[in-house]
């Protein structure tokens, strides 16, 4: 979370692209690349990733344990879920492996205070409340840090980012178009945090 601004949240659906992409993301400085596990193609995906000098490659989207098993045998280096279960979170937390569980009230943050955890994804950021939503929520847990993916964009991740709470935002924007836009977007992207 404190490597890059803004992580890639990238679906995958021909993981012949997927090299490719993740050169263009590195190259325009976004280094932590998340391939969602919502396609047929994302554990090869990530493998072609993985081949990527400097790119630091997880597993989104991660919603049970036979897909958690799935993207640890394909070397995943963070898991990100959409939402946060003990029956997912005892395996992922066990296994030493980063975890970022997606959370929208006080209740999943106070789960996942219970489970040890300090590190979330606020999830589904804007249709959550936005930020107005996430400052009220970030007041009591003062120990707690986010990344808020979900409807964030260039245009409104620098708000996001000024927010003490937020280390990084998740976003889609930046994998669309051709190699040369998607590192011109990855550049730009990555300059939010300077």
Sequence with gaps: MRTSPVIPVLVIEDAATARPLAE???KGGLRVL???MRTGAALEAMAEMQKVPGAIVGA????????FKQVMDAGAEFIVSPGLT?????????SGVPFLPGTATAGDIMRG???GLE???FFPAETSGGLKALKALAAPFYQAKFCPTGGITLASAPEWLSFGPVLCVGGSWI????MDEVEAKARAAAGLGA
Excluded: C, M
Aim: charged share 20%; aromatic share 6%.
């Design 86 to 94: 003990e029956r997912l979170a005892d395996p992922i937390i066990a």
């Design 119 to 121: 590190y979330f994804k």
């Design 24 to 26: 263009a993301l590195v």
């Design 34 to 36: 998340e391939v969602t």
């Design 60 to 67: 989104g989207t991660v919603v049970n344990g036979a897909q």
């Design 113 to 115: 205070l219970d489970l």
């Design 175 to 178: 994998a669309t178009g051709s």
